[in-house]
């Protein structure tokens, strides 16, 4: 998407050009005064009308040539469909026939299920031994006891017999039909391939006249184009020439100071041909830079000052404030060491009361009580 949008911008960008350029060389034809005309330019409307045909013509043999290459897709598109139509109508056909002579409803094995005739075709329980409702849990027939083995393994190899026969003809009969159909394609491609390559012929052709009439046109656009850069850069030479010494007479280059003296007075000049000041204005104005410089001067003295200022203050104020930091250190320290003596005495205080408090429990104790009388007994 990107590719696409930068080839677009890079489009725009060259018609715009070509439009700008077209647009210079139409007013250089018109404000040239040399080779202005009053009137249509009918050399260049004939041009435009030139262009306009051959691109016409351009448009009109592309157009054919994409309505013939379309006719042509179609027409191979056609061919196809109708291949595959008749491929599928061939197909539908042998199925349609291998079901009719090969899967008939009396060969499948489930069709006694649903036989209409059933009925009719009912028989007792057992007429013989080849009886197909004898089955293995009746018990009444076993493998190779009938008594028609002969009769029903000769129709056994017959029946495989036709069936081989039945299958060779078929796979004949599929192989001549293939054959008739790859003939069929092969003619018709070669058909196709003759008319493709005619059609090529006849686009090559065309493609060939339209390149020669193109060429002629590009050869004749560059004879003409040549043509006017000679003339565009001879009349180039001579304006540069008409320039060049009007610049070398006039006061520009030559640098006459007078022509900056402006008609409102000679306090005031005209700023497109001033060719500079002179030495009392070059003084006086360097005079006023030396001023400046100066007062600049002053100014950072004076800011150099109130920042030295500045600073003793805010040292002050720090030492200041580190003073009274320490000070509160000191006396919180103080109040800190009045607290844990405070502390350590009601610690010891308190052990006193804990000691005298267990000696009374100790002293009202029953037991304690036995063992005074005891002492008192014994003596």
Known sequence: ????????????????????????????????????????????????????????????????????????????MCMLEERQKCNIRNVNKAISD????????????????????????DRPARLSDNDPRCTVSGLQKFMGEDLNYAQRMKFQKEQLREWSLQQQRDYKNALADKKFLDDLHDKNRIELDQKIMEQQRIEEETRRAVCAAIKDFNKSQAAELAERKRLDKC???????????????????????????????????????????????????????????LEKLRLKEEERQRD??????SMQAARAQLILERHQARQNRECRQALDSINAQLSQEQKSKNIYLKEEEYSNCPTSQYFAQFNTTSR
Do not use: C, Y
């Open 1 to 76: 998407m990107s590719g696409l949008s930068e080839r677009r911008d890079l489009q725009e960008a060259a018609a715009l050009e070509r439009r700008r350029q077209r647009e210079l060389q139409r007013q250089g034809r018109i404000f040239n005064a040399r080779v202005r005309t009053i009137g249509v330019d009918k050399d260049a409307l004939d041009a435009q009308v030139k262009d306009r045909k051959i691109q016409e013509a351009i448009e009109k043999a592309r157009n054919e040539e994409l309505a013939n290459e379309m006719k042509q897709n179609d027409k191979i």
């Open 308 to 313: 030295a200022e500045w600073d003793r203050q």
């Open 98 to 121: 291998f079901r009719k002579n090969f899967q008939q409803p009396e060969t499948r094995r489930e069709f006694d299920l649903s036989d209409p005739q059933a009925l009719k075709k």
């Open 235 to 293: 009349q180039k030479m001579k304006d540069d020439m008409d320039e060049i010494s009007s610049q070398l007479q006039g006061n520009l280059l030559s640098e006459n100071p007078e022509q900056a003296i402006s008609s409102f007075g000679t306090h005031r000049v005209i700023t497109d041909r001033w060719k500079g000041m002179n030495q009392d204005q070059l003084m006086a104005i360097r005079s006023f830079q030396q001023q400046q410089v």
